[in-house]
């Protein structure tokens, strides 16, 4: 089994191109170093497969996105940004070329964009960055900067004449207290007796 293992990643690391082959190697080491994969070899296959139907589309980046989630489908967070971290550095860092004769074509490349884009995504989802503000962490620095505020409010309010000490506390009024509604005195009431 392990032979047959040994075998099929030799496969995937001889691709005809030198460049690729040390790409392919450099992802399949990472896979293991980090362990986040199960299968190193199911990591170098989404890469490998990945990379390739990326090529395919390369005039189209609004298919990036579908493409890697159909190569990826069953895969975790973390091995999800894994591999689309390590694609955005292949196209960010790799010189394409439409034909033999046009080396300077780096035709490919805008596949790096919305791959960008999608690394943020899967960041905010497994909470691998750790700078960027959730909504949920931003609502609890805002009440905790309210709360300690508001305990100084009588300092702040002792410093003020009264005229505007009476001013701020009409104005807290409705936020503390409940709002008085009129009522009809047949609110609520049955309308006939039997």
Not at 44 to 57: E, G, H, S
Not at 114 to 119: D, F, Q, R, S, T
Request: aromatic share 10%; with cysteine.
């Amino acid at each position: 089994m392990k032979k047959q293992n040994a075998l099929e990643i030799e496969q995937y690391l001889n691709s005809g191109c030198e460049y690729d082959n040390e790409q392919y190697l450099e992802v399949w080491l990472d896979a293991i170093k980090t362990g986040i994969f199960t299968d190193d070899k199911a990591a170098l296959k989404a890469f490998i497969d990945t990379r390739n139907a990326l090529c395919q589309v390369a005039d189209q980046p609004a298919r990036v996105m579908p493409i890697f989630e159909e190569n990826t489908a069953g895969m975790s967070g973390p091995e999800k940004l894994f591999l689309a971290q390590k694609l955005f550095y292949y196209f960010k860092n790799t010189v394409f070329s439409k034909s033999e004769n046009d080396k300077t074509d780096n035709y490919l490349t805008g596949i790096s964009k919305p791959l960008g884009a999608l690394i943020k995504r899967l960041e905010r989802e497994t909470g691998e960055n750790k700078n960027d503000l959730k909504t949920i962490d931003l609502r609890a620095t805002l009440k905790d900067v309210f709360r300690q505020e508001i305990e100084r409010l009588p300092e702040y309010l002792k410093g003020l004449e009264a005229k505007e000490r009476l001013n701020i506390l009409c104005k807290m009024m409705p936020y503390i207290l409940p709002k008085v509604e009129s009522v009809h005195f047949n609110e609520g009431e049955p309308y006939g007796f039997p």
